[in-house]
């Protein structure tokens, strides 16, 4: 391979060679003939055979003098201006290859070339750039699911072998069972998001549109979490405008409602309120979903779209940090837009906006 390369860098410099020398000879000798002639016809000479074949030798000569040197003049121009940022642009990909997503190009000065390997060098820091985020997402994502997998399996495997104990009451015996139900149904939980999450960022999902009553679906989702909120003692208010419809995917739409009113009811103290409202804006129909539970912080508001992060580590038990990230996947899959404003100890409203 190391000769083939060699060889092939012989017969390349040989070609400029040859390509300058086919050049400089054609432009020599008619600007020699053009002069021999003209010098002639002005001193009355006349060009004799030796005459002409002394000038072919001496223009020959000259013609070789200057094919080398602009071989040679070709070739530094060459190296400074394309082998040296190819040669840089290679090692730097082969860096990537071998996992070091840091690697990043300084741009050449383009006193003595154009701006043709700058473009290449941009395009490269930024593939670099977003390889280097691709690979700290699976990395954190590994970390994180990880994680939430240790509680729950740490659950079931204390209780288990609690449950193997021969003297156990039959309240305890229910008890533990219940936990490892519910640790096992958390699990359980966890990869059906994983998977669904999984689906929607490599577009796996394909779209089922359908024009429906957007309000009806609200109540409906709505509904499912009555005896959540009678439990707790939580008031519901609702503002619902008649005859909304949209066209859009009734069942990726009920994942993001049902997200958000979980997170409503879960984070909503016994005796607090729970608002819905919708309304139509322009091409737009406009969602709030609010609550008077604890609220969130502006810090922790900036990442709650986030896999995996949860802001309020109390609640933790109840979730496991994906919800508020599908629901951004399928807002942003249909098009639409979504917000969150919210104050501490106040509560926090959740405002999607789905096209119609």
């Known amino acids: 391979m190391k000769n083939e390369r060699q060889f092939r860098k012989i017969l390349l410099a040989l070609n400029h060679f040859l390509t300058f020398f086919i050049l400089v000879a054609f432009v020599i000798s008619c600007c020699m003939m053009l002069f021999l002639s003209t010098f002639a016809d002005s001193l009355d000479l006349e060009l004799t055979n030796e005459n002409l074949n002394s000038a ?17 003049i070709d070739a530094v121009r060459r190296k400074l201006t394309v082998k040296r940022p190819v040669k840089r642009i290679t090692e730097a990909s082969q860096k990537i290859v071998q996992g070091d997503f840091s690697i990043r190009l300084q741009l050449q000065s383009t006193v003595w070339s154009d701006d043709s390997f700058n473009e290449i060098i941009e395009c490269f820091n930024k593939m670099a750039e977003e390889l280097s985020s691709v690979e700290t997402l699976r990395t954190d994502f590994i970390a994180n699911v990880s994680h939430e997998m240790k509680t729950p399996l740490a659950v079931i495997q204390n209780y288990g072998t609690l449950l193997q104990a021969p003297d156990l009451s039959e309240e305890k015996r229910i008890e533990y069972a219940k936990a ?13 998001n994983i998977l669904k999450l999984n689906r929607l960022e490599n577009q796996q999902i394909y779209l089922n549109t359908e024009e429906y009553d957007l309000g009806e679906q609200l109540c409906e ?3 499912q979490y009555e005896n959540v909120w009678e439990d707790k003692n939580i008031g519901i208010e609702t503002d619902i405008e008649d005859g909304l419809t949209v066209k859009a995917d009734a069942e990726l739409l009920s994942l993001v409602w049902n997200n958000l009113f979980s997170n409503a009811f879960k984070f909503t103290e016994s005796g607090g309120t729970v608002s819905l409202s919708l309304a139509s804006e322009d091409e737009f129909a406009v969602v709030k979903v609010r609550d008077t539970g604890c609220g969130i912080s502006s810090d922790i508001g900036a990442h709650i779209f986030e896999k995996f992060y949860q802001g309020d580590t109390s609640h933790a038990t109840q979730g496991n940090g994906l919800g508020l990230a599908l629901v951004k996947r399928v807002v942003d899959i249909m098009q639409g837009e979504i917000g969150v404003e919210s104050t501490l100890g106040e509560g926090t409203n959740f405002t999607v906006k789905i096209r119609r």
Not at 60 to 66: A, E, G, Q, R, T
Not at 180 to 192: A, P
């Open 180 to 192: 490892i139900t519910d640790s096992s149904r958390r699990l359980v939980d966890m990869m059906t």
């Open 56 to 72: 072919a030798k001496i223009t020959f000569l000259n013609v070789i003098l200057l094919s080398l040197l602009f071989t040679i």
């Open 221 to 223: 989702c709505l509904l």
